[in-house]
């Protein structure tokens, strides 16, 4: 019996894997840590997240609910509660008043891309995607059956800009959404005011969603938040922003996160989220409340924390004359570029399997990430200290 990704051969006749499924790319990035996998004296700077663990009072808050019986089917679009501690977080930190009815909770921000892509999505649309990104939008905005068209960022002397005639110019009668995350993983490019107000214009001329992640909104350097859709658009607006507490919150496996939206979608999540999740656990929320009501000193501390990862990981890489890089305003990775590099994942096994210091291969954002290699700084000192003599020695030796 010969298996394809589809299914075996003998399979009969209907009882298939649905093709977009089956011929989803692998993350390549796993394809690098599984070199490492049970390894104690890896640096994993591979994916994008934090080392430290959720604080106390956070955990604390979702075991008290847990024990005090919170562990039924809760609302669909999240707990009352937490829906108006998130829609007064964002009124206090962005222009413009966001009213609870307008948030949804969901299993994390990966869940609200799917839910809020499945709601809109189908086959015969397109979705356009500004890239190199995380590539894990295109891959949900597939699932939901669309085309997607990969826009790229151009990168001058490793400064990331947004050409918005490209951006405009790849839109047709069939877009239906362009996904554009702010700040950006990889690039920790950041859109400024004027270019999303000229993409929200394009929006409403043209009946186009925007989808904004910006997941790593807080995590920027020389302001307290990165520019928001949520700061120009009106409630009705076709605008989705997406939002998670795993970056800011140290929260990566709580899978919690937020979408913030027009009301007149709230009958769609709510069949969604039924038909997925149904509810997101009612003592994580009860722990997300706790985080978004009293965590700021923690948003604070991880950025402060990402600030110094930045400055060490950046004066290696910047010294270094093999390395073509820029210090990012925002997120918390280094995107740099090699020479003499033809293949980032051949590059990232080789680095992993000389030095123990693991990185994302560029190719995993897509084509135009390729000669890119991605480090997530969002560490230690002591860690990223010893992963940057030992890259640098690696450097130098290649
Ligand atoms: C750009 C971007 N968006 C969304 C997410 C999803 O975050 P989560 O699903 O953990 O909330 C990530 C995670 O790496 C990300 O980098």
Known sequence: MVNSARGPANAPGRARI?????????????????LGLGDADAIPLWYGEGDIPTPHFICDAAHQAMVAGETFYSHKRGLPELRS????????????????????VTASGMHGILTAMQAILQAGDNC???????????????VAGAEVRLVALQAENGVWNLDLDALFASCDQNTRMIFINSPGNPTG?????????????????????????????????????????????????????VNSFSKSWAMTGWRVGWLTHPAWLNHAFNELIEYSVSSV?????????????EGEHLVQEIRERC???????????????????SKPQAAFYAFFQVQGMNDSLDWAKQLF??????????????????????????????NLNKAMQRLTVFLDRN
Not at 97 to 102: M, Q
Not at 281 to 293: D, G, I, S, W
Not at 307 to 325: C, F, N, T, W, Y
Not at 363 to 369: C, D, L, S, T, V
């Open 189 to 241: 490019w950041m859109m400024e005011r004027e270019q999303q107000q000229e993409i929200l214009e394009f929006s409403r001329k043209h009946g186009i969603w925007i989808m904004s992640d910006e997941v790593y909104t807080r995590l920027v350097y020389e302001r307290q938040v990165a520019p928001s859709f949520l700061d120009i658009a009106e409630p009705e607006d076709a605008v989705i922003v």
């Open 128 to 142: 356009v995607i500004v890239g190199p990104v995380w590539p894990n939008a295109q891959a949900a905005a597939e």
């Open 281 to 293: 656990p009612p003592f994580l929320q009860k722990a997300a409340l706790v985080a978004v009501t």
């Open 85 to 104: 501690a998130l829609s007064e977080y964002m009124t206090n930190l962005y222009d413009r008043d966001v009213g609870p009815e307008r948030v949804t």
């Open 307 to 325: 600030r110094q990862g930045r400055d060490i990981v950046m004066s290696a890489l910047l010294e270094h004359p093999k390395v073509a890089v």
């Open 353 to 382: 399997q000389e030095t123990k210091v693991g990185v994302a291969p560029g190719r995993a954002f897509g084509p135009e990430g390729e000669g890119w290699i991605r480090l997530c700084f969002a560490s230690s000192k002591e």
């Open 18 to 34: 649905r093709s977009r499924v089956a011929e989803a790319t692998p993350q390549l990035i796993g394809e690098v840590a599984r």
